[in-house]
């Protein structure tokens, strides 16, 4: 298995409050995602990064933001959080220049509930 | 723009017996596709992808994909399924130089004995 690791893994949270998720990677890849899964939604891209403080807004990024300071670690933070930012958050990591190429590794999730 | 359709929410078949996931696509240009799937409480496993060439494509597990470009379609197969086959499936399309992956909404396969 690629060594991705997500914390938590579950989290019950107020509206309101800023959350962090973290993505934390062995294989020193070079891209990272953050994903959000909701039903009858599938995945949907929140933001990505390739390369250390290099990101970008993927296709529901509102409402979310990233860091990346280190190689290894990814951050999503949702800065005051809403009921429907419920959801479960997948981190993937790639290490090449195109999505195609090689096989994104997924982490194990994180269900984050906000209440 | 891209998008996928699995218009299968929820499949049961019985161990044993074939299995055919759908998948229909919408892309301007050559797609790239792929099948991903996962497992309860776990991340997505690819089990195959389709770039170029034969249409058929071999995956892990037993799996197999055919890319029909006049139907758009990459429908998911497998001769005969095992009771560890159950899981959610995930049909995404991307295209070259992108960034990003556009699933679908996933089917949920049962196994029953």
């Known amino acids: 298995d690629a060594g991705i690791t997500q914390s938590p893994r579950h989290k019950v949270t107020e509206t309101g409050t800023p959350v962090t998720l973290r993505c934390h990677q062995t294989?020193?890849?070079?891209?990272m995602y953050w994903y959000r899964q909701d039903p009858g939604h599938g995945l949907r891209l929140i933001h990505y990064?390739?390369?250390?403080?290099?990101?970008d807004k993927g296709e529901v990024s509102d409402g979310y933001s990233v860091s990346r300071s280190k190689t290894e670690d990814f951050l999503l933070t949702l800065e005051s959080a809403t009921s429907s930012q419920t959801s479960v958050y997948f981190c993937?990591?790639?290490?090449?220049?195109?999505?195609?190429?090689?096989?994104?590794?997924f982490g194990q999730g994180t269900r984050l509930t906000v209440v | 723009a891209q998008s996928v359709t699995q218009p299968d929410i929820h499949i049961t078949v019985s161990e044993g017996a074939s299995l055919e996931l759908r998948c229909n696509y919408s892309?301007?240009?050559?797609?790239?596709l792929f099948w991903y799937v996962q497992s309860p409480g776990q991340g997505l496993q690819l089990l195959l992808k389709?770039?170029?060439?034969?249409?058929l494509v071999q995956g892990i597990k037993g799996f197999e994909a055919e890319f029909k470009r006049s139907q758009s379609s990459f429908n998911l197969r497998k001769p005969s399924v095992h009771w560890s086959d159950a899981a959610e499936y995930f049909c995404?399309?991307?295209?070259?130089?992108?960034?990003?992956?556009?699933f679908g909404t996933g089917t949920r396969l049962t196994v029953i004995p």
């Open positions: 389709y770039f170029s060439g034969d249409t």
């Open positions: 990064s390739y390369g250390v403080k290099d990101t």
């Open positions: 993937a990591i790639r290490d090449s220049d195109t999505i195609l190429d090689t096989e994104a590794f």
């Open positions: 294989e020193n890849h070079r891209y």
């Open positions: 892309y301007g240009a050559t797609p790239y």
């Open positions: 995404a399309v991307g295209d070259k130089g992108a960034n990003n992956l556009f």
